[in-house]
């Protein structure tokens, strides 16, 4: 993810809303998906959830961590990186 991030980073007019964009999304895939696993496995617990979902619930919040990790590293290269020939600011709007 990080490095598709960096991949169209490099080529996006606005570095920050683009990697904005790719926060929002990656992290509300994650954590909805986490949302929709805990909703319905939720306590209390009637029955015991079957195996595969007791190694799947905690893969999913691992999961979303990292996706939380990834937009927080995708997000500080959207203001660091400078791109050769680029002599704007991070904040600084493109004028195209």
Same mark, same amino acid.
């Given at each position: 993810q990080v490095t598709a991030s960096w991949r169209?980073?490099?080529r996006a007019p606005d570095r920050l809303a683009a990697a904005s964009g790719i926060a929002l999304v990656g992290l509300a895939v994650s954590i909805a998906a986490v949302a929709a696993a805990g909703a319905w496995f939720a306590p209390p617990y009637l029955d015991v959830p079957p195996p595969f979902w007791m190694v799947a619930i905690p893969a999913l919040d691992l999961a979303a961590s990292v996706c939380a990790l990834a937009a927080a590293l995708t997000l500080t290269l959207a203001l660091v990186r400078r791109y050769p020939g680029d =002599?704007? =600011?991070? =904040?600084e709007p493109c004028r195209r």
């Open positions: 169209v980073l490099a =002599t704007r =600011t991070p =904040t």
